[in-house]
Nanobody, 125 residues
């Protein structure tokens, strides 16, 4: 069993930055692909970014490419999402998710077996 706990959300002005963290516990997750998703009010949960278990393959939604960076520290069992140049449309609850082997499509919600409780990100002046 894997537990995921997100942190780092908050209120930030447009153009600002935040770094989200996702701490995994329960077992080592070094062989899990990891993803970040978000859900805005009244909208479906959507893919934001993913990182492969070997840490060398990253994938980003077009809406965040060039502004967000996903990374992982397997020694700390933690995944990060660095968010720069934030926009009001980035406002959402952000969720961390884990995909154990055998791996599925990185952009699909159904791929991920474990989910965190989410952390709120609000971008507003």
């Amino acid at each position: 069993q894997v537990q995921l706990v997100e942190s780092g959300g908050g209120l930030v002005q447009p153009g600002g930055s935040l770094r989200l963290s996702c701490a995994a516990s329960g077992r080592t997750f070094s062989d899990y692909n990891m993803g970040w998703f978000r859900q805005a009010p009244g909208k479906e949960r959507e893919f934001v970014a993913a990182i492969s278990w070997i840490g060398g393959i990253n994938d980003y939604a077009d809406s965040v490419k060039g502004r967000f960076t996903i990374s992982r520290d397997s020694a700390k069992n933690t995944v990060y999402l660095q968010m720069n140049s934030l926009k009001p449309e980035d406002t959402a609850v952000y969720y961390c998710a884990a995909d154990p082997p055998p791996y599925g499509s990185r952009r699909s919600l159904a791929t991920y077996y474990y989910w965190g409780q989410g952390t709120q990100v609000t971008v507003s002046s």
